[in-house]
């Protein structure tokens, strides 16, 4: 019988402009961009908390601590890989990613399957495993007011 974890991620970013927008390891134009200690993406980060959750280890912050230079302006496809690779020593093995981002603008459809793609090379399976979904608030909150992206990601792994 398999040993199956299913574990749950959420990050928030605030917004700002003039700053990179990447999300999902892509790159996006946009005016604004995350305010954050790493290249400030808020999918790969939900999406690590989700991994590092399943296995009760903490949170992307106890790994990569945002007062450490090293982890300054890093890109997060990095801080994946490397909860990967811990995830990997533990035994476990990723089911499949699923993450929903909140964001007013820019309209996120034209990047999903770049998104997806790129997600599912880092983490090294087929990208029919990862789900990318994106909504507005429909202008309601922090999202819809364009002051933050949030993202709400759930993962399951699983040792044979």
Same mark, same amino acid.
């Not at 690590?48 to 912050?61: F, N, P, V």
């Not at 093995?93 to 990047?111: E, F, S, W, Y």
């Given at each position: 019988?398999?040993? $199956?974890?299913?574990?749950?991620?959420?990050?928030?970013?605030?917004?700002?402009?003039?700053?990179?927008?990447?999300?999902?390891?892509?790159?996006?134009?946009?005016?604004?961009?995350?305010?954050?200690?790493?290249?400030?993406?808020?999918?790969?980060?939900?999406?690590?908390?989700?991994?590092?959750?399943?296995?009760?280890?903490?949170?992307?912050?106890?790994?990569?601590?945002?007062? #450490?230079?090293?982890?300054?302006?890093?890109?997060?496809?990095?801080?994946?890989?490397?909860?990967?690779?811990? $995830?990997?020593?533990?035994?476990?093995?990723?089911?499949?990613?699923?993450?929903?981002?909140?964001?007013?603008?820019?309209?996120?459809?034209?990047?999903?399957? &770049?998104?997806?793609?790129?997600?599912? #090379?880092?983490?090294?399976?087929?990208?029919?495993?990862?789900?990318?979904?994106? &909504? &507005? &608030?429909?202008?309601?909150?922090?999202?819809?007011?364009?002051?933050?992206?949030?993202?709400? #990601?759930?993962?399951?792994?699983?040792?044979?």
């Amino acid at each position: 019988m398999k040993d $199956i974890r299913i574990g749950h991620g959420y990050d928030v970013h605030a917004l700002a402009e003039g700053l990179r927008l990447v999300i999902g390891g892509v790159e996006i134009e946009h005016t604004k961009g995350c305010v954050a200690h790493s290249d400030g993406d808020v999918a790969i980060h939900a999406i690590c908390d989700a991994m590092l959750g399943a296995l009760a280890l903490g949170d992307i912050g106890k790994l990569f601590p945002d007062t #450490s230079a090293e982890f300054k302006g890093i890109d997060s496809k990095i801080l994946l890989r490397r909860v990967c690779d811990v $995830i990997a020593e533990k035994g476990y093995q990723v089911g499949n990613v699923d993450c929903t981002i909140a964001m007013q603008r820019p309209k996120l459809r034209p990047h999903i399957d &770049t998104m997806r793609v790129t997600l599912a #090379s880092v983490i090294g399976i087929d990208v029919d495993r990862v789900s990318v979904k994106a &909504t &507005t &608030t429909e202008r309601l909150g922090f999202e819809g007011r364009e002051e933050g992206v949030s993202v709400h #990601s759930v993962v399951l792994l699983y040792k044979e």
